[in-house]
């Protein structure tokens, strides 16, 4: 069996850190035996990784942290990093991830927020780097649109690539992998979104990233998920000072309590970047 199906198999049944230990001293193939045989179920004896590895990569690429074009920045994860990341657009992954830029925000919002994300999404993406978003609707998909005139985006995603998430963006996200970007998931094609899932992509988001612009979010949003990802991960923090709105509680909060800088206009977050 080879590597990159054993960890694609992997990574089907565990999370990085529940076999992290054993992959430090045995290889992958090897590890996904020692599962099978510890596996009173008998679920993982009826899965065929090299069939299912195949068959998935019939619509986006498995990459393993030994391909050329596996972002380095994700060692970050520690124990936490990926065994693989299912991508459509590998190749540009490593031009994608030299200078990225999280825009993202509430998915519910108003117009005159849409309107301020794409001033700092275009902002950003005009001076060269990359614009990294959720493909949410909301503040993430209108960063996406307003960055792809200006060059190529990133998007990470909480199921598997075989499906845009929501469904209505499917055309966006043909857009974003056609004209040079990429889209990357955790999850295998046909898995469906989670709450578990949008907490580990937010995650995955923020770590492929520099920095996270947070435009606007709500207190226990995705949005906040992503800001308090950021923190952890020591990224760079900024965040559109509140205007007194409950829409943008979270924001607020954070710039309260010192955890994000203020970033009132565009030419302010240039002028940090």
Same mark, same amino acid.
């Not at 380095?72 to 190749?91: F, S, T």
């Not at 909480?158 to 889209?183: E, F, K, M, N, V």
């Not at 308090?228 to 000072?241: C, F, M, N, S």
């Given at each position: 069996?080879?590597? &990159? =199906?054993?960890?694609? !198999?992997?990574?089907?049944? *565990? %999370?990085?850190?529940? #076999? @992290? $230990?054993? +992959? /430090?001293?045995?290889?992958?193939?090897?590890?996904?035996?020692?599962?099978?045989?510890?596996?009173?179920?008998?679920?993982?004896?009826?899965?065929?990784?090299?069939?299912?590895?195949?068959?998935?990569?019939?619509?986006?690429?498995?990459?393993?942290?030994?391909?050329?074009?596996?972002?380095?920045?994700?060692?970050?994860?520690?124990?936490?990093?990926?065994?693989?990341?299912?991508?459509?657009?590998?190749?540009?992954?490593?031009?994608?991830?030299?200078?990225?830029?999280?825009?993202?925000?509430?998915?519910?919002?108003?117009?005159?927020?849409?309107? &301020? =994300?794409?001033?700092? !999404?275009?902002?950003?993406? *005009? %001076?060269?780097?990359? #614009? @990294? $978003?959720? +493909? /949410?609707?909301?503040?993430?998909?209108?960063?996406?649109?307003?960055?792809?005139?200006?060059?190529?985006?990133?998007?990470?995603?909480?199921?598997?690539?075989?499906?845009?998430?929501?469904?209505?963006?499917?055309?966006?996200?043909?857009?974003?992998?056609?004209?040079?970007?990429?889209?990357?998931?955790?999850?295998?094609?046909?898995?469906?979104?989670?709450?578990?899932?949008?907490?580990?992509?937010?995650?995955?988001?923020?770590?492929?990233?520099?920095?996270?612009?947070?435009?606007?979010?709500?207190?226990?949003?995705?949005?906040?998920?992503?800001?308090? =990802?950021?923190?952890?991960?020591?990224?760079?923090?900024?965040?559109?000072?509140?205007?007194?709105?409950?829409?943008?509680?979270?924001?607020?909060?954070?710039?309260?309590?010192?955890?994000?800088?203020?970033?009132?206009?565009?030419?302010?977050?240039?002028?940090?970047?």
């Amino acid at each position: 069996m080879s590597d &990159r =199906a054993a960890l694609a !198999a992997l990574s089907a049944h *565990f %999370t990085p850190d529940q #076999v @992290a $230990a054993d +992959l /430090a001293q045995h290889s992958p193939a090897e590890v996904w035996e020692q599962r099978i045989r510890r596996d009173n179920t008998g679920r993982l004896s009826q899965f065929r990784p090299e069939a299912e590895l195949s068959n998935a990569q019939l619509s986006c690429r498995f990459l393993i942290p030994t391909d050329p074009q596996w972002p380095a920045v994700l060692a970050d994860l520690g124990p936490a990093c990926p065994l693989g990341l299912w991508v459509r657009g590998h190749d540009h992954l490593p031009k994608l991830t030299t200078s990225t830029i999280v825009v993202t925000g509430n998915r519910a919002t108003s117009p005159e927020t849409i309107a &301020r =994300a794409r001033e700092f !999404a275009g902002a950003v993406s *005009f %001076t060269g780097h990359t #614009v @990294a $978003a959720s +493909l /949410a609707y909301g503040v993430d998909a209108a960063a996406h649109e307003a960055a792809l005139p200006n060059g190529p985006t990133l998007a990470v995603l909480p199921r598997g690539l075989d499906q845009a998430y929501p469904h209505t963006h499917a055309p966006l996200l043909s857009s974003i992998t056609s004209d040079g970007g990429a889209a990357v998931s955790l999850y295998r094609p046909g898995t469906p979104p989670s709450g578990a899932t949008l907490k580990a992509s937010a995650h995955l988001l923020v770590a492929l990233a520099h920095t996270v612009i947070l435009i606007e979010t709500l207190d226990h949003s995705q949005a906040l998920r992503t800001a308090e =990802a950021a923190i952890a991960l020591k990224r760079p923090l900024l965040a559109v000072p509140s205007d007194g709105g409950i829409r943008s509680g979270g924001n607020g909060r954070l710039l309260d309590e010192g955890l994000a800088r203020p970033c009132p206009t565009p030419a302010h977050a240039l002028e940090l970047l």
